[in-house]
């Protein structure tokens, strides 16, 4: 008779993740994916609040802000992440982002120029001359400076998987 309830004990046990379903963390990917922002901010939140040293949630909460082109409080969570963690990447790159998008176009691109990524050499490298191409551009719109930043970086991680692959290959032959 004992048997049959630890039995049953234990597989409570293991199926209880999947009774309760995701994370809040997941479930606020998933609504910011969707474009829910409100939801994706929410669950981020929540999350938070049980994982209060979480860099990752305070990235999450602060791109959530600024895909809803909410760049003050986008501003704000990324200038937090790195009270928190100086220099941190990400958090740079999107607070200029995000002070361009606020109309402060001179001095984020001024800032992005000093742009720093440790052993990210070409995102790096990318970031700071595409801000210094830009900064001779200034009737160029928010939303394009935006874009072309974007896609600076990316270009440069494409340039840094590339070389790190080369690299690689070259010290296995």
């Not at 860099?55 to 791109?63: D, E, N, V």
């Not at 052993?119 to 191409?133: G, I, L, N, T």
């Not at 160029?140 to 991680?157: H, N, V």
Request: charged residues 30%.
């Amino acid at each position: 008779m004992r048997t049959p309830f630890l039995t049953l004990l234990a597989l409570a046990a293991l199926c209880a993740p999947l009774l309760t379903g995701c994370s809040p963390s997941v479930r606020g990917s998933m609504a910011l994916s969707s474009g829910d922002y409100d939801r994706a901010l929410g669950l981020y939140g929540e999350a938070l609040a049980s994982d209060p040293d979480s860099i990752y949630l305070r990235q999450r909460i602060g791109l959530t802000h600024f895909a809803k082109k909410d760049y003050a409080n986008a501003e704000t969570s990324f200038r937090e992440i790195l009270s928190l963690r100086p220099g941190e990447p990400n958090a740079a790159f999107y607070l200029g982002l995000s002070r361009i998008g606020k109309g402060e176009r001179g001095p984020a691109l001024e800032e992005l120029q000093g742009f720093s990524w440790p052993d990210k050499y070409y995102q790096q490298k990318f970031v700071r001359e595409e801000a210094e191409r830009l900064l001779r551009h200034p009737d160029m719109p928010a939303a394009e400076t935006i874009s072309c930043l974007k896609d600076a970086l990316e270009e440069g991680r494409k340039k840094q998987e590339e070389s790190e692959r080369e690299m690689t290959w070259g010290l296995r032959r």
